[in-house]
T-cell receptor, first 112, second 111 residues
Framework: DARVTQTPRHKVTEMGQEVTMRCQPI?????VFWYRQTMMQGLELLAY????????DSGMPKDRFSAEMPDATLATLKIQPSEPRDSAVYFC??????????FGNGTRLTVT | GENVEQHPSTLSVQEGDSAVIKCTYS??????FPWYKQELGKRPQLIID?????GEKKDQRIAVTLNKTAKHFSLHITETQPEDSAVYFC??????????FGRGTSLIVHP
């Protein structure tokens, strides 16, 4: 059963530190999404890529967040500098349209 | 862009009862409607989906209905069990293959 792999599963860091989250999409999936989930906001779309090209990152705070896909097997989401309000679960998902999304297990980020 | 409204935000039922979660969408071009279940501390997982060329789809105790004219779709769970307790998300997707998610429904099934 193919899975989207996210690392790390948990991250605790201090305010101001850089955070990097990684995602390995399912082999053959050409669309990758980054979502942020908090109790109040449901699933918030931050950015997505198709064939490694960024299509939309309007959901991200541009001054501190950046998303890249250096190759077909790796997507990264960076926060620099991190703030307490960034504490959330960050999900990566991949898809091979028109098939549905598959989510990774998420990275739970706590910024103190 | 697409807007998906999901109701209720919380649903509490007794074991054995039925549960219904409703979603409306705004973009008439949307043609694919998946439902995801997220158990506590876990990832959302697809449980059922429907495309716009059908009005209803069933899979054991769960079913989804779609009314394209009214632009709404619903998830029906019959004979609910405690393991059905989770957050359920609906989504609508069109030709861009980018789903727009509802805000989620927390379903609580009391034994």
């Amino acid at each position: 059963d193919a899975r989207v792999t996210q690392t790390p599963r948990h991250k605790v860091t201090e305010m101001g530190q850089e955070v990097t989250m990684r995602c390995q999409p399912i082999l053959g999936h050409n669309t990758v999404f980054w979502y942020r989930q908090t109790m109040m906001q449901g699933l918030e779309l931050l950015a997505y890529f198709r064939n490694r090209a960024p299509l939309d990152d309007s959901g991200m705070p541009k001054d501190r967040f950046s998303a890249e896909m250096p190759d077909a097997t790796l997507a990264t989401l960076k926060i620099q500098p991190s703030e307490p309000r960034d504490s959330a679960v960050y999900f990566c998902a991949s898809a091979a349209p028109p098939q549905p999304l598959h989510f990774g297990n998420g990275t739970r980020l706590t910024v103190t | 862009g697409e807007n998906v409204e999901q109701h209720p935000s919380t649903l509490s039922v007794q074991e054995g009862d039925s549960a219904v979660i409703k979603c409306t969408y705004s973009d008439s071009a949307s043609n694919y409607f998946p439902w995801y279940k997220q158990e506590l501390g876990k990832r959302p997982q697809l449980i059922i989906d429907i495309r716009s060329n059908v009005g209803e789809k069933k899979d054991q105790r769960i079913a989804v209905t779609l009314n394209k004219t009214a632009k709404h779709f619903s998830l029906h769970i019959t004979e609910t069990q405690p393991e059905d307790s989770a957050v359920y998300f609906c989504a609508a997707e069109g030709g861009s293959y980018i789903p727009t998610f509802g805000r989620g429904t927390s379903l609580i099934v009391h034994p």
